[in-house]
């Protein structure tokens, strides 16, 4: 997160299910339940910008970009979405896009100056990516992981996603409530973020209730490490981890390495 946000942004928030505030707006997260806002969240807020190599792209706003680049001619619709999306986060019926135009600059898209409206307050393009930095947090994702993303990982990343055993939402769902004993609408009113770390540490346990015991026995040994607690603290992953080694752990069986090293 950038300074602004980092100095406002309150992660205990997040553990209850609390909004995030900025600015007197109330930001509240994402339930698993709604999935209409579920989608707008991952359509809009989720883009990489930055991963378009252009030079005017890349100096706009997540605003200016979200409704002049990423729109197109979908634009109606498109903020038709937002503003479905904003008062449903903050519970706030007025959520408005103001135009203004500088003549004095000569670049067209610089010239054209947005401002995001949420009730009565105003926000300036800089402060809506401040604001999509806020939504992302607390939707159990962040600016970095969006921004990491790269197409040729992308395109193997999805390729190996095909080939593995993946777990559908709806299986994995059932499968929660099932372990923690818990109903579908106990299970419903979680925040994605809350979803996201129960089932992190759930799974956490699982691996360690049935390794730990196993490594403590000498039954099995790790080549470097121990079985994490767990208890431990969540290390947030990389975009592209399930399919990229560590330059360490390459060295230590890639087959060159090993060639090399004899």
Same mark, same amino acid.
């Not at 792209?57 to 903020?79: C, D, Q, T, V, W």
């Not at 197409?151 to 299986?171: G, H, I, Q, R, V």
């Not at 809350?194 to 699982?206: D, F, N, R």
């Given at each position: 997160?950038?300074? #602004? ?11 209850? +299910? ?13 339930? !698993? ?29 997540? /605003? ?5 680049? &990423? =729109? ?6 498109? #903020? ?32 054209i100056i947005l401002k995001f409206i949420i009730g009565e307050v105003e926000f300036t393009e800089s402060e809506f990516d401040n604001i999509r930095e806020i939504i992302l947090e607390q939707n159990g994702t962040d600016i970095d992981f *969006?921004? $990491?993303? @790269? ?19 709806? %299986?994995?769902?059932? =499968?929660?409530?099932? /372990?923690?004993?818990?109903? *579908? &609408? ?12 129960? *089932?992190?540490?759930? !799974? &956490? &346990? ?11 026995? +000498? $039954?099995?040994?790790?080549?470097? +490490? ?17 399919? /990229? ?9 890639? %087959?060159?390495?090993?060639?090399? @090293?004899?």
């Amino acid at each position: 997160m950038n300074g #602004i946000v980092t100095s406002i942004y309150d992660h205990n928030n997040d553990i209850w +299910g609390n909004p995030q505030k900025y600015k007197g707006i109330n930001f509240y997260p994402l339930k !698993l339940k709604e999935q209409q806002y579920k989608k707008i969240f991952y359509n809009l807020f989720c883009f990489p910008k930055n991963s378009i190599q252009d030079k005017d792209i890349l100096k706009m706003s997540y /605003l200016k970009f979200l409704i002049i680049i &990423l =729109a197109g001619s979908n634009r109606p619709e498109l #903020i038709k979405d937002l503003t479905s999306f904003f008062q449903h986060i903050t519970q706030e019926n007025k959520i408005e896009i103001l135009y203004e135009e500088n003549k004095n600059i000569k670049n067209e898209l610089s010239k054209i100056i947005l401002k995001f409206i949420i009730g009565e307050v105003e926000f300036t393009e800089s402060e809506f990516d401040n604001i999509r930095e806020i939504i992302l947090e607390q939707n159990g994702t962040d600016i970095d992981f *969006i921004e $990491q993303y @790269n197409p040729e990982l992308e395109e193997k990343l999805n390729t190996f996603n095909k080939t593995a055993d993946t777990t559908e939402f709806k %299986d994995e769902v059932f =499968a929660f409530c099932s /372990l923690l004993g818990k109903t *579908i &609408l106990e299970v419903s009113e979680y925040t994605l973020f809350q979803y996201k770390a129960h *089932i992190e540490k759930l !799974l &956490l &346990l699982q691996e360690y209730q049935l390794y730990r015991p196993l490594e403590a026995t +000498g $039954q099995i040994t790790l080549k470097k +490490g121990e079985i994490k607690h767990f208890l431990s603290g969540s290390k947030k992953a990389g975009r592209y981890d399930s399919i /990229l080694i560590g330059k360490e752990s390459f060295k230590n069986t890639g %087959d060159i390495f090993k060639a090399i @090293n004899n």
